[in-house]
């Protein structure tokens, strides 16, 4: 349920909100979660229906939304453990070599993860915890039935001067997202 809050004149707190004040947890890629440097607040859009009139179509809101993609930016660890916790998750959603592969997925790490109604172990919860100016929780954004679709490659290049580790992107698919008050009695 997302946050409501009566409608005043006013912004009563004028600490601006930093990019750099949130940590990320994904249940199932805990590796991923610690190495986490960027991630975003997808964007939300309204569907739009045209009434018929007989000069234009007049805009009314429609009924269904659409969520953009989640992604994550992660600083890969040199044994590749975060980056292959991600790459594992895929390959066992798409088992690209047999069938097995899903079937050995689903049976893994279900301590970890939500199940989805289906009871399949393929999805994971995820929250984005959002630091106010004095770095304490202030929101959390809770998204329902993650799950991976892409991640980045890896480029080597020999050629490089300057020493700069190598960052992964990970885009996620997902139910719904929410976003809650940390203690708020009535969210």
């Known amino acids: 349920m997302a946050v409501r809050k009566p409608i005043t004149g006013q912004i009563e707190n004028r600490n601006f909100l930093a990019p750099t004040g949130f940590h990320f947890q994904v249940q199932r890629a805990p590796k991923v979660s610690y190495f986490g440097n960027a991630v975003n607040i997808p964007s939300i859009t309204l569907g739009v229906a045209a009434q ?32 292959m916790e991600i790459q594992h998750w895929m390959r066992g959603l798409g088992f690209p070599e047999s069938l097995d592969e899903i079937y050995n997925f689903q049976k893994e790490d279900a301590d970890l993860v939500q199940p989805y109604k289906s009871q399949l172990n ?8 959002v630091l106010d100016s004095m770095n304490n929780a202030k929101f959390k954004i809770v998204f329902e039935n993650m799950f991976p679709y892409a991640l980045s490659t890896l480029d080597f290049d020999a050629t ?19 976003i809650r008050e940390i203690n708020c009695d009535q969210c």
């Open 52 to 83: 018929p009139n007989y000069l234009r179509g007049i805009p009314l809101p429609g009924d269904m939304m659409d969520f953009d993609d989640l992604t994550l930016r992660f600083l890969v660890d040199e044994n590749l453990e975060n980056y």
């Open 122 to 129: 393929l999805y994971s919860d995820g929250t984005l915890t």
């Open 160 to 178: 490089q001067t300057d020493l700069e580790y190598f960052t992964a992107e990970v885009s996620f698919k997902y139910t719904i997202y929410n």
